[in-house]
């Protein structure tokens, strides 16, 4: 769900914007997905990367459903993860 008025929807829908300003309060971001099998790799290292730039990027942990690892709610990675299945196929 969002809460976006009309404006605000066409200007995201269209790929070459006609309006000149932006419809509400713009800051460009990176996204970062970790995909991961397990407890994420270098967690301590990507916490100083992130801390007080919160406002510059998203993250999306993409994990193992199996994978229970906590994360504490001052964490960047809190409430990030993304639900994944474990598909089974055979390949030839």
Do not use: C
């Not at 269209?14 to 995909?35: D, E, T």
């Not at 510059?56 to 964490?75: G, K, M, R």
């Not at 409430?79 to 299945?85: D, E, F, L, V």
């Amino acid at each position: 769900m969002h809460d976006m008025d009309d404006e605000e929807l066409f200007w995201r829908a269209s790929m070459v914007p006609q309006i000149k300003r932006y419809p509400y309060p713009y800051a460009p971001k990176v996204a970062f997905m970790f995909l991961t099998r397990g407890p994420l790799p270098l967690a301590p290292l990507w916490e100083k990367f992130f801390k007080g730039h919160e406002e510059f990027y998203s993250i999306y942990v993409h994990a193992h459903p199996s994978e229970n690892e906590t994360i504490s709610e001052d964490s960047v990675f809190h409430g990030r993860r993304i639900p994944s299945k474990v598909s089974t196929y055979m390949t030839l």
